[in-house]
């Protein structure tokens, strides 16, 4: 089960980094995703990875979000840029595997607010 | 973008009493369709994928059926460890995947 980390709480804004460490399997060899939670709601997919590189974001976080894996740290990274108070959420990463989400982290809570 | 709706809201079921739990697409997603189940504080988890196959591990109580736009989620005999929330989730407008706002499953 991945683990993930690097939440808190911070202001509007400004940036963070989630990341999400990877065991059992290569992240860099996997199609790897970001969904999120805000609390008391659904979940919302956020970005993906494919193992060639590709990626895709949703429109609520296209041009602010940028997803990455390190292949020597086996590690899934969500760079977030210009936060609002809308992205508040817990940020969960899962691996695909025929289009759905196996290997869920356990969650790192996001809290944007001054 | 594909909406996905669920229904019932909140379903109460007694232990041992079988659910039926509906998503609906607002298109076509042929069989792209996923269940999950969530407890409180935990991830999801990957119950059913492709409309109808059981995910590694997912007990036999378990079943889904449909295609197109209506979907549906059966636990035949509901077991404590059952009560927790479901989620479907299509597939059909990879990558950009939508889930169902939830069905509350708890206890009667």
């Known amino acids: 089960q991945p683990v993930g980390s690097g939440g808190g709480l911070i202001p509007p804004g400004t940036s963070l980094r989630l990341s999400c460490a990877a065991s059992?399997?290569?992240?860099?060899?996997?199609?790897m995703a970001w969904v999120r939670q805000a609390p008391g709601k659904g979940l919302e997919w956020v970005s993906v990875?494919?193992?060639?590189?590709?990626?895709y974001y949703a429109d609520s976080v296209k041009g602010r979000f940028t997803i990455s894996g390190d292949s020597a740290e086996n590690t899934l990274y969500l760079q977030m840029n210009s936060l609002r108070a809308e992205d508040t959420a817990v940020y969960y990463c899962?691996?695909?595997?025929?289009?759905?989400?196996?290997?869920w982290g356990q969650g790192t809570l996001l809290t944007v607010s001054s | 973008e594909i909406v996905m709706t669920q229904s019932p809201a909140t379903l109460s079921v007694s232990p041992g009493e079988r659910a039926t739990l509906s998503c609906r697409a607002s298109?076509?997603?042929?069989?792209?369709l996923a269940w999950y189940q969530q407890k409180p504080g935990q991830a999801p988890r990957l119950l059913i994928y492709?409309?109808?196959t059981r995910a590694t591990g997912i007990p036999a109580r378990f079943s889904g059926s449909g295609s197109g736009t209506d979907f549906t989620l059966t636990i035949s005999s509901l077991h404590s460890e059952d009560f927790a929330v479901y989620y479907c989730?299509?597939?059909?407008?990879?990558?950009?995947?939508?889930f169902g706002p939830g069905t509350k499953v708890d206890i009667k």
């Open positions: 899962a691996r695909v595997h025929l289009r759905c989400l196996v290997d």
């Open positions: 059992g399997f290569t992240v860099s060899t996997n199609y």
């Open positions: 990875i494919y193992s060639d590189g590709t990626t």
């Open positions: 298109q076509s997603v042929s069989s792209n």
């Open positions: 492709a409309a109808s």
């Open positions: 989730q299509q597939s059909h407008n990879w990558p950009e995947i939508t």
